[in-house]
């Protein structure tokens, strides 16, 4: 771990950090797994260290795991040329992350979008509905337990010719 991740997760007594590289090259990133309650500090802690440009947040949906959804932030800085993964973990019964549009305007877009087709919510937010999704739709598509449904589709009969 380089100084400028051991100083930003130092007051984080809980925060585990792993490096990583990517698949394709021998650059390396540092996944940062934060509990829920911290979420929010840490994001702030993260900024003023110079991790100051938001490139994503996303849900994913660990369906056999405990607990099961997972939500990520990917931030830059851009002067220590380096990249964080930051990520917490909430329970099926209480899929709620704190809103990170406070620390970082550009989360608002990609929690509502975790919100319609996840269902977790982002306490805080100034406008958590649907984006994707009409406001009458039930469930949450992306859940791993939610029916995929069909659409009938009636094929013509095949030609003699072939």
Excluded: C
Aim: zero cysteines; glycine letters at 4%.
């Amino acid at each position: 771990m380089n100084d400028v991740i051991a100083a930003l997760v130092a007051p984080f007594d809980a925060a585990e950090v792993v490096e990583r590289s990517y698949a394709s090259s021998a650059t390396t990133y540092h996944m940062i797994a934060i509990p829920v309650e911290e979420w929010v500090l840490f994001a702030q802690a993260a900024k003023e260290n110079g991790f100051d440009t938001f490139i994503d947040l996303f849900a994913a949906d660990h369906f056999s795991e405990a607990p099961r959804f997972e939500v990520t932030l990917i931030l830059l800085s851009m002067t220590a040329k380096e990249r964080i993964v930051v990520t917490t973990r909430v329970p099926y019964d209480d899929p709620s992350v704190p809103t990170l549009t406070n620390v970082f305007q550009g989360a608002n877009f990609y929690e509502r979008e975790a919100y319609d087709m996840f269902g977790i919510d982002f306490p805080g937010h100034p406008d958590l509905t649907r984006i994707l999704l009409p406001d009458d739709w039930v469930g949450h598509p992306l859940r791993k337990d939610y029916d995929i449904g069909a659409v009938p589709v009636q094929f013509k009969a095949g030609s003699a010719d072939l």
